[in-house]
């Protein structure tokens, strides 16, 4: 059973402002909020129907959080989604500390990706390819927005993720650090060298990397269309930020075998 | 000015019941109009403000279209985004033909994409890598669908696209032709011969390639995701239908250089 102010509550979460106050955030659906009961995020209540708490009575016993039994009817108050799901997690948000300062891996960083599925999906991208770290733009979409959690599937639970200033952290590295990014114009992503370590930049959907931050860039690369015979034909203009960052973090694992 | 019969008749081509009646589809935006526009695609009418018809004065001159000018209150009314944009064309769904019989490049065949999104972002895909062909079930969402000719971003104008029974389609075809599908227990994608020619499958969202047509596979293929050093960690349990395909175009096209 809900009170009207714990409705409330958890319908607050899903603005971002409240977020901040709170410093909490839903997951919601069976499977996610399985997979943040296994990570290390700290979970304050699940709530979910009865016949999910009958499935999952070793979660439900093996886990030291408040369940709450909630009616269908009351999900559908509090849900998140299109359609209510069978629970639905209360978190809280780590406390964030800075970015790492030492580039001794791939790392994402992202400049103003605004679409939560894209960031989502971008998410669980780097959780395949065995990417540990994105650093995204302070105007980058918020990580705990319902959606965004949603899309990652869980990987966000295993991902180091920072907000920061880029302009900033990009010129705090050492020289050293290679920085790729995506341009038109770029050198071929199949035959320019790539290492092991360093950052790809993932730009924003529309304007792609801003002229700030394409400053910091010491490889510019791209993702060539196909084109038979070198005949001009017509062809999509782009591809999706998330397709992009697919099919980049792709390339660099192919090459480190 | 738009009579009631005219949002009517426009707002029916939401549904596919309608479209299959009226053989009529909405491509929407302003860059889809003008894509369409240029196609090989027949437009019957285009409805856009003052503003639109004014900037694209060349374009309405040069087209034996009926240009309907309506106020951004009636594109409210006939919008299928979540708001409205300043022009929408309706156009007429040409005949379906059959499938071709002779496989001479990379063809894409869709088992069950459900998502408008995925079969959008997927013909963006074939487009950029110059896939010219794309086989759906019959099952696979409907390609006139807004939401897919949306993501298509007007990819969608110039890929060749067929419905068909695909088990019938597979099995017609020579023996000679190579048909990969995805695995988690197939050969890695990157150190797998891949051929210039032939068909890849890409299963449905949530139950991958299906067990009828899984007989029909030749080469089964896998993305590998990236573990360090063997060890095993926890990872994202699959990669979302689109971005599988990207992954998966790009390596075949990277082969072919």
């Known amino acids: 059973m809900l009170s009207g102010n714990q409705v409330k509550h ?19 659906g069976s499977k996610l909020v399985k997979e943040i009961l296994e990570s290390q995020y700290k979970v304050l209540n699940v709530y979910a129907i009865a016949d999910w ?11 030291q959080v408040s369940f709450v039994e909630v009616s269908l009817g009351e999900m559908e108050r509090i849900t998140a989604l299109s359609s209510p799901s069978s629970a639905l997690a209360v978190a809280e948000i780590p406390e964030m500390t800075g970015p790492p300062a030492l580039i001794n891996d791939l790392v994402l960083v992202l400049d103003d990706i605004r679409d939560p599925g894209n ?7 780097a959780d395949w390819f065995g990417i540990k770290t994105i650093i995204c733009s302070e105007n980058t979409v918020d990580l705990y927005n319902p959606k965004v959690i949603q899309a990652t599937m869980g990987s966000a639970f295993r991902i180091n993720i920072f907000y920061t200033d880029l302009k900033k952290f990009l010129s705090s590295l050492s020289p050293k650090v290679k920085i790729y990014g995506t341009f038109t ?17 993932i730009g924003n959907e529309s304007s792609g990397i801003s002229k700030e931050i394409s400053l910091n860039v010491t490889d510019r690369i791209s993702i060539p269309a196909y084109i038979k015979d ?8 782009s591809l999706n930020a998330s397709i992009a960052t697919a099919i980049i973090c792709s390339e660099f694992r192919r090459r480190m075998g």
């Open 185 to 201: 114009q770029g050198e071929s992503i199949y035959s320019t060298p790539l290492e092991d370590q360093g950052i790809i930049i």
């Open 53 to 63: 708490l009958k499935q999952n009575e070793d979660i439900v016993l093996s886990n």
């Open 119 to 125: 960031l989502g999906t971008i998410i669980r991208i």
């Open 230 to 237: 070198n005949r001009h034909i017509d062809h999509a203009e």
């Open 10 to 28: 958890i319908n607050s979460l899903k603005q971002k402002k409240f977020r901040e106050i709170h410093r909490q955030f839903l997951a919601e």
